[in-house]
């Protein structure tokens, strides 16, 4: 069974410039994550989706990022414009929308704003 | 409010030692909880979880975790550390709506020879 993929891997951007990070969840899996994982600090749920709809939002700052999961399937973040204390690691993760299974992590895209 | 909170942000033991990680909750209702595992440049693999079955949890690579609720706690264990088991560790417990995790700060072990 393939696992959660993101890319890119790497992203180094200068200040006020916008990104882009793509994911695609285990098949079948109808709830998606977006994490942001600041160095030393544990992950911090940033948006919540159930098939292509928001479930919770409530910590993604609207004001410069924003994501979308068309056709329920794959999804993306974007910010614009970056600031330099969204320098850290965007974690996609997945699972099944029955309660107390697994959330399959992805290996995240490591963002640097310089 | 759910949240976890990890004793010491940094441990170290000598190869074939005990491997002690501490985690303390807070919950308003019965917690559901978690152990993850982060190696470098790597994704979180789910090491074990609680969902109110036994106390005591079995995981992946020898790991086992006792829930205690007078505590408040469930701490990860494993009797002899191994070279390979340094990364980064991450407990975690289910939101009050049950549909997102919660992460501590995450404790990173080192394994000495």
């Known amino acids: 069974e393939a696992g959660v993929a993101q890319s890119p891997r790497y992203k180094i951007i200068e200040k006020r410039q916008s990104v882009a990070f793509w994911c695609n969840p285990i098949s079948g899996h109808a709830t998606l994550y977006w994490y942001q994982q600041i160095l030393g600090q544990g992950p911090k749920l940033l948006i919540q989706?159930?098939?292509?709809?928001?479930?919770?939002d409530s910590q993604l700052p609207k004001d410069r990022f924003s994501a979308e999961r068309l056709k329920g399937v794959d999804s993306t973040l974007k910010i614009q414009p970056a600031k330099l204390e969204d320098s850290a690691v965007y974690l996609c993760?997945?699972?099944?929308?029955?309660?107390?299974?697994?959330?399959?992590f992805g290996q995240g895209t490591r963002l640097t704003v310089v | 409010a759910q949240s976890v909170t990890q004793l010491g942000s940094h441990v170290s033991v000598s190869e074939g030692a005990l491997v002690l990680l501490r985690c303390n909750y807070s919950s308003s209702v019965p917690p559901y909880l978690f152990w993850y595992v982060q190696y470098p440049n790597q994704g979180l693999q789910l090491l074990l979880k609680?969902?109110?079955?036994?106390?005591l949890v079995k995981g992946i690579n020898g790991f086992e975790a006792e829930f205690k609720k007078s505590e408040t706690s469930f701490h990860l264990t494993k009797p002899s550390a191994h070279m390979s088991d340094a990364a980064e560790y991450f407990c975690?417990?289910?939101?009050?709506?049950?549909?997102?995790?919660?992460f501590g700060k995450g404790t990173t072990l080192s394994v000495s020879s």
């Open positions: 975690a417990v289910l939101n009050q709506a049950g549909t997102a995790l919660i």
């Open positions: 989706f159930q098939n292509n709809g928001v479930v919770d």
């Open positions: 609680y969902t109110s079955a036994a106390t």
């Open positions: 993760a997945s699972r099944l929308t029955v309660m107390n299974t697994e959330a399959f």
